[in-house]
């Protein structure tokens, strides 16, 4: 669906994401537990739009959960992942102040995994 201010917005893309990336990741040689990481990176891929909402006023309880719940399997890629949508996004023209802080974000993130 498209929206009057030109963003899309798209309920449930996540799990449909996922059960088109099964079909396609059959075709390789992959383990199980290698589908199980990219299914669940792209179950998870909107955890960071969610946590760098502006008015998110739970953002170091939420983002600390997400250490924990991820920090051990696929924080790193949702980062990326996440970081990479918003780049791609209309947000740098509608809100370029919201775009700049996510990126802000990502980068932080992103260099404190590089350590």
Request: aromatic share 10%; with cysteine.
């Amino acid at each position: 669906m498209v929206l009057k201010d030109g963003f899309t917005k798209c309920a449930g893309h996540e799990a449909v994401g996922v059960e088109k990336a099964i079909k396609i990741l059959d075709r390789f040689n992959l383990s199980e537990k290698e589908k199980e990481i990219i299914s669940d990176i792209i179950a998870n891929h909107s955890v960071f739009h969610y946590l760098l909402m502006p008015n998110n006023t739970n953002f170091q309880e939420d983002l600390k959960g997400l250490k924990e719940k991820f920090g051990n399997s696929i924080y790193p890629e949702l980062i990326l992942l996440s970081y990479a949508d918003t780049i791609n996004s209309k947000l740098k023209n509608a809100d370029p102040k919201e775009f700049k802080d996510r990126i802000d974000f990502y980068e932080k993130e992103t260099q404190k995994l590089a350590q």
